[in-house]
């Protein structure tokens, strides 16, 4: 069993940052890919970053690509999601979730979900 707690999230003025951190806790954290996906108002959840299990390897949604930033810090069973140059549309509830298997770009490649944390970007 995995749990995973999301912080960081906030009210921001558009160009602004933040960071969201995801602490997990219960397996071996650092065996396993972890990544970053939102949900918006009346909208399906979305791919927003990923992250290997080493570190070695990201991906992003072309929607965020050059203003989001994702790392993990094995050592402290962290990930974190850097957001820079934040905009209105990027106002979403965001979750982090961890993938068991080799795959882990998109949403059903999940096993366990936080519960999100709530990112308001205001224009």
């Known amino acids: 069993q995995v749990q995973l707690v999301e912080s960081g999230g906030g009210l921001v003025q558009a160009g602004g940052s933040l960071r969201l951190s995801c602490a997990a806790s219960?397996?071996?954290?650092?065996?396993?890919?972890m990544g970053w996906f939102r949900q918006a108002p009346g909208k399906e959840r979305e791919f927003v970053a990923a992250?290997?299990?080493?570190?070695?390897?990201?991906a992003y949604a072309d929607s965020v690509k050059g203003r989001f930033t994702i790392s993990r810090d094995n050592a402290k069973n962290t990930v974190y999601l850097q957001m820079n140059s934040l905009k209105p549309e990027d106002t979403a509830v965001y979750y982090c979730?961890?993938?068991?298997?080799?795959?882990?770009?998109?949403?059903?490649?999940?096993?366990?979900w936080g519960q999100g944390t709530q990112v308001t970007v205001s224009s």
């Open positions: 979730a961890v993938a068991l298997g080799p795959a882990y770009l998109r949403e059903y490649e999940y096993d366990y």
């Open positions: 992250i290997s299990w080493s570190g070695g390897s990201t």
């Open positions: 219960g397996r071996t954290f650092s065996s396993y890919a």
